[in-house]
């Protein structure tokens, strides 16, 4: 009979953890496919995109982490095929195309002013008649960049220095009304309708209630953690804890959910109704700063015991480990920081630094990690 997932150990609620977000399966020995990466998203829920490409863009980690080697171009393919899909569901991130319905409360809450985003809210309310004129461009005339469309007529100074054109297109995603086909050249969002993006049975898809869309993320949230505090519950799709409490306690009378104590958290877990602890697990792997497995800061501390903060915006002169560093794993264990970076022009994988934890010996470590940088390389088309 398999275990009542009534108390956890720490090592148990690990296992839970590392095989909810698919270290629980061998990478495949021949190239991974498309088909692969698309099980993966539905896997994992939600994947995270960062734009910084030192070593490279951060949404195809944690891809390489699970998979190892697979199509670089596997995004935007299964993107092209409809499958995935880009909203905030995380930060910005690319999702499994089935759950859009969820995310269609926090879209109307955008457009009818209930959620407010800084920038884009008040962008619209002093400019309704500009945005509405963008959103009928591109309703007739098909897709398109915000560089297709730019109003600007000075140099752009920073990252976020939008012209009138670039905020109106980004409210139009924000609010639902436009969506993205994938990206450019330039690593831009492409923009169209969700008739145009979206497959049929998605787009006439009922809509559920604020309430019961909620829920359903709180579901897919425990299922892909393993096992989680209400903060871990919430934060894997960015709800806040005060929102989700009481439908936390409906999914444990209605069953979905169980409480259980893990030994040393302070806070009460949850585990879905059909957890169960792997047979085994495959669990060695460089990882993205931004992989849903480390993305949650006081989670890896209670889990992993790890404390791992990005300092790509410390000044280089207070930086710790480095300026893109990932954490390294190995059998489960968090057991050092490599800082990389993907010298292109010269193809090769440049190591900075390797840090080791806390009472982990170099040498131990030293075969795992060099094997996991020669499949990176490799992957990368480094030589």
């Known amino acids: 009979m398999p275990k009542r997932l009534d108390e956890l150990t720490i090592v148990e609620a690990r296992s839970l953890a590392l095989a909810a977000q698919g270290f629980d399966q061998p990478r495949t020995k021949s190239k991974s496919s498309t088909s692969d990466v698309v099980a993966l998203f539905t896997k994992l ?45 995380h930060e910005a991130a690319h ?32 400019n309704k008649a500009f945005v509405k004129r963008i959103l009928k461009h591109v309703e007739v005339n098909g897709s398109t960049s915000a560089r297709e ?13 939008w012209d009138k ?17 994938g990206r450019g050249t330039d690593f831009a969002r492409i923009y169209d309708t969700p008739e145009r993006v979206l497959p049929k049975k998605v787009l006439d898809a009922p809509t559920p209630t604020e309430h019961d869309a909620r829920k359903q993320l709180l579901v897919r949230s425990a299922i892909a953690q393993g096992v989680a505090t209400i903060g871990d519950l919430a934060d894997y799709y960015r709800q806040k804890p005060a929102a989700v409490k009481q439908l936390i306690t409906e999914l444990v009378e ?12 302070q806070e009460k877990a ?22 849903s ?16 903060r990005i300092e790509i915006y410390t000044p280089k002169e207070k930086r710790k480990f480095g300026y893109y560093v990932l954490p390294f794993m190995m059998n489960g264990q968090m057991v050092g920081r490599v800082d990389l970076k993907a010298d292109r022009e010269n193809s090769k994988l440049l190591v900075h630094s390797v840090h080791t934890e806390k009472g982990i010996k170099r040498s131990a470590i030293n075969d795992a990690l ?11 088309g480094l030589r």
């Open 254 to 265: 209605e069953g979905g959910l169980r409480a259980v104590a893990v030994d040393g958290w």
């Open 165 to 181: 054109s670039k905020t109106a297109l980004e409210y139009l995603f924000l609010t639902g009304q436009l969506m993205s086909r």
């Open 45 to 89: 829920g939600v994947v995270q995109i960062d734009s910084v490409n030192v070593l490279v863009r951060s949404q195809e980690l944690p891809l390489f982490s699970r998979l190892g080697n697979h199509d670089r171009n596997a995004i935007s393919k299964a993107t092209e095929l409809r499958k995935i899909f880009e909203y905030w569901g």
């Open 270 to 291: 949850f585990v879905h109704r059909s957890a169960k602890l792997p047979k085994k697990l495959y669990a060695t792997a460089l990882l993205s700063p931004f992989d």
């Open 95 to 126: 999702l499994p195309v089935e759950i859009q319905p969820l995310f269609r409360w926090k879209m109307n809450a955008a457009r009818t002013g209930r959620l407010k985003h800084w920038g884009l809210t008040s962008f619209y309310v002093e």
């Open 293 to 308: 497995l480390v993305w949650c800061r006081p989670r890896n501390e209670r889990l992993f015991d790890f404390h791992y």
């Open 370 to 380: 060099t094997a996991e940088l020669r499949l990176m390389a490799g992957w990368l």
């Open 149 to 161: 469309l730019s109003t600007r007529t000075t140099k752009k100074s920073s990252w976020w220095d």
